[in-house]
Nanobody, 125 residues
Framework: VQLQASGGGLVQAGGSLRLSCTAS????????VGWFRQAPGKEREFVAV????????YYADFVEGRFTISRDNAKNTVYLQMSSLKPEDTAVYYC???????????????????WGQGTQVTVSS
């Protein structure tokens, strides 16, 4: 399984970015894909996930309605639309996937089997 993340960049506070994560080597409709982020000196933290097998999306509390995760199974791709970005959203964003993700595990990065390479998001004030 390979995951390819893209879409990061530099944006001013209040702006928007859309991240993409494309998977290969997996039955994508059954595959859960999440986004994590890691800022310098901080732990990797959960942002959002869209579970496979017709499941739904879940978000970290800090998202506060600003981000939307979606998936296009025909394109093997999950998107993270980020709006109203804040400087504290600055981090490397990683997509991660699992074919066996249970609901109680969605926020634990150790339980995702596959990881993309990360894409830098920088929000200037």
């Amino acid at each position: 399984v390979q995951l390819q993340a893209s879409g990061g960049g530099l944006v001013q506070a209040g702006g928007s970015l859309r991240l993409s994560c494309t998977a290969s080597g997996v039955t994508f409709s059954r595959y859960s894909v999440g986004w994590f982020r890691q800022a310098p000196g901080k732990e990797r933290e959960f942002v959002a996930v869209f579970r496979g097998n017709g499941g739904r999306s879940y978000y970290a509390d800090f998202v506060e309605g600003r981000f939307t995760i979606s998936r296009d199974n025909a394109k093997n791709t999950v998107y993270l639309q980020m709006s109203s970005l804040k400087p504290e959203d600055t981090a490397v964003y990683y997509c991660a996937g699992s074919s066996t993700l249970i609901l109680s595990a969605i926020r634990d990065p150790r339980l995702y089997n596959n990881w993309g390479q990360g894409t830098q998001v920088t929000v200037s004030s």
